[in-house]
């Protein structure tokens, strides 16, 4: 069943298109990674399909509801982890949970939600204000779970969050399509969208540029893989022709270390072929797939390694 469905969703800030005849259709169970980079109307997006921005043209359904008339029946069924929430400085964590749980007409155990996203109980009592950013980004979260949503929307639901953190919370976006819930993750962390997403839709000026797994769009965009061999010796025949090979495109020679480049995963066979074919003896081999910093660098026209933090790809 579709979940999140749009259709030739634009929406036009004066002269700015945020988004651009956006046609998307996301499964239940589905995780679905909505990347981009900065400005390529992902907020936008969600936005429009939370009915907080009147699309310029084109629809949107949520659960089968229109999205600009049916938005209490919608808003019941979903959990949102937006950009820029807001919290109540004087509460307590506790109280933000019991707020969202009565919001939704749920019956959650606060304690159970906020065990969940890794806040100790003693943190429970305590109020927002007093909050580290992680410890709000993780109350953040622990709000969206309530009511068990069939639906679960998360902008950038790894901001402020630690290693550990990061790995809690994506442990319970896959605990969640487990049980059926579709999750809309959007990102401009390539890495964090690669570990949980089934599918994903690469976003860039408000035009979706590529929408498929990843190694979908590996496949498509032949980002491909460089085969490493180490011979006993590189014969003037095995290298003279290996360009004319089939998805071979292109090679480099660093003494008995031959680098083939392959567009095609079923050119590095053929390349070993060639190369033992031509009398040269195979002693190792490495196989390197290309990274996905350079496919979306590709699909966006971004540096990725600009703005890298340590473990992560960003598109910036
Ligand atoms: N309220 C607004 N008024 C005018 N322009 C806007 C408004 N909101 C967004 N935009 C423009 O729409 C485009 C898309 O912005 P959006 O915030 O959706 O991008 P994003 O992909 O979420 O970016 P980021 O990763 O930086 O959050 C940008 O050019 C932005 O300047």
Partial sequence: MSVV???????????????????????????????????????????????????????????????QENTREIHRRIGVLPEGYDLYDRLTGRRHIRFATATKQADDDPAEILERVGLDPEDADRAVGEYSKGMKQRLALGMA????????????????????GI???????????????TVFFSSHILGQVEAVCDRVGVLNHGELVAIDTIEGLRETFGSGATVSLELDSVPESAVSSLSDIDGVTGYDINAQRLAVQCGDPRAKA???????????????????????????????????????PEEEGVIA
């Fill in 270 to 308: 053929r390349a070993i072929n060639h190369v033992e074919g031509a009398g040269a003896t195979v002693l190792d081999i490495h196989v390197e797939e290309a990274g996905l910093h350079a496919l979306f660098d590709e699909l966006t026209g971004t540096d990725s390694a600009i703005g890298e």
């Fill in 5 to 67: 469905v749009t259709n030739g969703l634009t929406k036009a800030y004066g002269d700015v298109t945020a988004i651009n005849d956006l046609n998307l259709d996301i499964d239940e169970g589905e995780v679905f990674g909505f990347l981009g980079p900065n400005g390529a109307g992902k907020s936008t997006t969600i936005n429009v399909l939370l009915d907080f921005v009147t699309p310029t043209a084109g629809s949107a359904t949520i659960l089968g509801h229109d999205t």
């Fill in 145 to 164: 779970l309530t009511g068990s949503p069939d639906l679960l929307i998360l902008d950038e639901p790894s901001a402020g969050l630690d290693p550990s």
């Fill in 167 to 181: 790995q809690r919370m994506q442990e319970i976006v896959r605990t969640e399509a487990d049980r059926g819930t």
